[in-house]
């Protein structure tokens, strides 16, 4: 009787024992999949390589931008409104590599506050880089093509780049629809109405944009090559103008909507192929680089591009005069003069 009832208790014990352990099993397997929000790649050990890829170069991403950043305000470019595109551009790259870089969700919760958090941000503030690369090129169709600066229009531009995206991203928080997106950082949810979204609000005017950025490009190097037959042919003063708001904006600024055009392209194939349910490990791991060095190229571009004279050392003292100057007046400075700059600029 007592060696029945000591089977009987080992066996118990024996059960708590598998039942504990599959408990255990089941919620580190639980807080692995929250910590990498559903990670669509082959093995947990790719997903870990991701989240780490995407650490180390939006790091490096956030570096760059921010010293691009600072020394747009410290060497006082952004007098000029290309300069001001460029900085808004670079803000809300920065802006998105923060929350993208700060946030990788809760282990104990699928959905947390902080993964809704990141998707809504990562969106919100993706959609206000596309509209700053729109604008740009713009600018650079009407200033190459027209021989007109748009600057005046500051202010709509500004309103409708920010004011839009956030209109855009409070959608799909209407129906719950941010959360882990089979990369290693949250977005729109890889569900029936999350694809919606993805294609309605992202995917589908993104190509529309992108084709016409491109039609925008292809239609100004015509242009620019045409002006350019002519001139070699009679060097009149009206093609010496256009040359040089070619060497002014065209040359320094056509780089960042290549590289816009270069990297969505492939975010956008990658993308849709994750929406529809075939996603590809190398595939997504390339998504993560590309993803995370954009702003690292943006940043590289700025410091290219820029002349050895707007970033010089007495371009950096005259602009710490600048703010030394404001703050001891205890003044806010006014809108700089600036539209005259644009204006001017073809004559010189």
């Known amino acids: ?19 504990n352990m599959t408990s255990t099993r089941r919620k580190i397997s639980y807080n692995t999949e929250a910590i ?61 590599a923060i929350f993208v870089v700060a946030g990788d969700g809760e282990p104990e919760m699928e959905y947390s506050s902080g993964c809704i958090a990141q998707g809504f941000f990562h969106f919100l503030f993706d959609w206000v880089e596309i509209l700053w690369m729109i604008f740009l090129t713009v600018f650079l169709m009407m200033i190459i093509v027209r021989d007109k600066s748009i600057a005046q229009y500051e202010r709509y531009f500004t309103a409708v780049a920010w004011i839009l995206p956030v209109f855009l991203a409070c959608l799909p928080l209407t129906t719950q629809d941010y959360g882990p997106s089979g990369a290693p950082y949250c977005w729109l949810r890889n569900t029936s109405s999350g694809k919606g979204w993805r294609f309605g609000l992202y995917l589908g005017p993104v190509v529309i944009s992108l084709i016409l950025i491109v039609a925008a490009v292809a239609y100004m190097l015509w242009h620019v090559r045409s002006v350019q037959s002519q001139y070699h042919m009679s060097p009149a003063a009206r093609n010496l103008e256009h040359q040089a708001r070619v060497e002014m904006y065209l040359k320094p600024l056509i780089g960042y909507v290549i590289t816009f055009l270069l990297i969505k392209l492939f975010i956008l194939v990658t993308r849709i192929q994750d929406a529809l349910d075939k996603p590809i490990s190398v595939w997504l791991i390339f998504l993560v680089i590309v993803h995370s060095i954009y702003g690292l190229t943006l940043s590289t571009l700025f410091f290219v591009t820029s002349s050895r004279k707007s970033l010089s050392f007495t371009q950096f003292r005259a602009g710490g005069a600048y703010y030394q100057q404001m703050l001891r007046n205890c003044e806010i400075p006014g809108k700089p003069a600036v539209y005259e700059v644009e204006q001017q600029a073809p004559a010189q």
């Open 1 to 19: 009787m007592d060696n029945s009832t000591t089977t009987n208790t080992l066996f118990q014990l024996t059960d708590e024992t598998i039942q």
């Open 36 to 96: 990498y929000h559903h990670c669509r790649l082959s093995n947990e050990h790719m997903c870990k390589v991701a989240l780490d890829i995407k650490n180390v170069f939006l790091s490096m991403s956030i570096i760059g931008v921010g010293a691009a950043l600072v020394c747009i305000l410290l060497t006082l470019q952004y007098r000029t409104f290309h300069s001001r595109i460029i900085l808004q551009l670079l803000l809300a790259n920065f802006l998105a």
